[in-house]
């Protein structure tokens, strides 16, 4: 692997605007220049946030062209600051490279690791062509494509997913709320610095949306690289340390232990404190208790943990942090099912950047089970849930509106703030 940066290609600034509407209505409005216009003002007052700044002043029409792959028409509106944007339908693809209902259902099997020559076989086209269609959300900026109703959340969860391109290892810097996924650059390395880089586009993209955003709380596993990075770029943030993760430090080494059920019930004791004075209560008797019932590498890591009091007792001062990692962790299993059933990465840094930042964009709006939209208030997926605002009935016709006149993501400072 070549000494190169986790940094995918830069596009230009794109002057798209996608709306959700039905193909046959479209075509009725789409040549009547009223009735276009109509339709652009409604969705405007129904769905502000996917149209750029400066739309409320006004606009015309510009002009119009007709695709050769597809037949289908659009306008381009010019507004008063002079930019000129494309309106583009929800039910075709971006560079009319087919119809959305047709790419959904095939994008969809791609949740479940369905390999490229399998939705070849069932869909046509070619592996190339899929994988083009998977991988051009990978361009897109992660955070502006998911927050669109909502404040940024200040609480977060990061860690690094482990994987492989041509063999060599690599670190996938992960950064999780509320259910859904704000970042997932491919890292070359574990080291602090190559980890503020990746973690580091994240916090360009969330700029991007909230100039002055600062996130309160980041939940890590403990590693120094990790917590190393977060707070080279965000001075001022709070590290929560995972509490799940002392205790399977623990657990690993214990497992044979008569007494190992004891010594759980009093781990997850401490973790259950209603107050801090409570903690440092239990704690202490923890240390009591693991000094004279357990011995070797099992006590040291109990005795860690205790060490560690400092550390727990933060959670009573920031009551939104995450105060375990589980998150996250439900999350990196549907990444890693992706990754491992891709045979993890080759090619380049750029190439696997591409891919991974496209699972998370995907992620985001894939379509849930009847089971768990029936659990979330029959929200269909972790965007929809967390903004509250579902622009389509179709999974892929939702990503696509939310990508409306969204920000690029944009190569990250050498030296973030």
Not at 28 to 42: E, G, L, S, Y
Not at 203 to 215: C, G, I, L, R, S
Not at 378 to 405: F, H, I, Q
Request: aromatic share 12%; glycine share 6%; net charge positive.
């Amino acid at each position: 692997m070549t000494n190169e940066t986790a940094t995918t290609p830069f596009p230009r600034e794109k002057h798209t605007i996608i709306l959700p509407i039905g193909q046959e209505k479209y075509e009725q409005i789409v040549t009547a220049p009223p009735k276009f216009r109509a339709w652009i003002d409604k969705q405007y007052r129904l769905n502000p946030e996917v149209f750029p700044q400066d739309f409320e002043k006004g606009y015309k029409l510009h002009d119009k062209n007709t695709s050769d792959k597809t037949g289908v028409m659009t306008r381009r509106i010019e507004l008063r600051n002079g930019n000129v944007w494309t309106v583009r339908p929800s039910f075709v693809m971006p560079y009319m490279t087919g119809y959305t209902e047709d790419v959904a259902k095939a994008l969809y099997l791609r949740k479940y690791g369905v390999p490229y020559e399998g939705l070849v076989y069932v869909f046509g086209k070619d592996e190339k062509y899929w994988y083009r269609i998977e991988t051009q959300f990978g361009r897109e900026n992660i955070v502006a494509t998911t927050i669109k109703t909502v404040k940024i959340p200040e609480d977060l969860l990061a860690d690094e997913h482990h994987s492989w391109i041509n063999g060599e290892k690599i670190a996938i810097a992960t950064t999780v709320t509320h259910g859904v996924v704000l970042g997932a650059e491919v890292c070359p390395g574990f080291s602090k610095e190559e980890l503020k880089e990746g973690y580091g586009v994240f916090a360009t993209e969330a700029k991007q949306v909230e100039t002055e955003y600062v996130p309160s709380t980041v939940n890590t596993d403990g590693w120094g690289g990790t917590i190393g990075a977060w707070l080279a770029l965000f001075p001022t943030i709070v590290v929560i340390r995972c509490f799940l993760h002392a205790w399977l430090r623990i657990r690993e080494r214990g497992k044979k232990l008569t007494n190992f059920f004891e010594l759980g019930e009093r781990v997850w004791n401490v973790y259950y404190s209603a107050t801090k004075r409570v903690m440092g209560q239990r704690i202490r008797r923890l240390r009591e208790w693991a000094m004279k019932h357990v011995s070797g590498v099992v006590q040291e890591k109990t005795l860690d943990l205790c060490d560690k009091d400092a550390e727990w007792s933060l959670w009573y001062d920031n009551e939104n942090a995450y105060t375990t990692s589980n998150e996250l962790d439900r999350l990196m299993r549907s990444q890693n099912r992706y990754v491992d059933r891709g045979h993890h990465f080759h090619g380049t840094l750029s190439s696997a950047n591409l891919r991974s930042r496209s699972w998370a964009i995907l992620h985001n709006y894939w379509d849930w089970g009847r089971r768990t939209r029936s659990a979330n208030e029959g929200c269909r997926c972790p965007a929809e849930r967390l903004n509250g605002k579902r622009y389509a009935d179709n999974w892929l016709e939702n990503l696509l509106v939310a990508t409306s006149a969204t920000p690029k993501r944009k190569k990250p400072p050498l030296n973030p703030p």
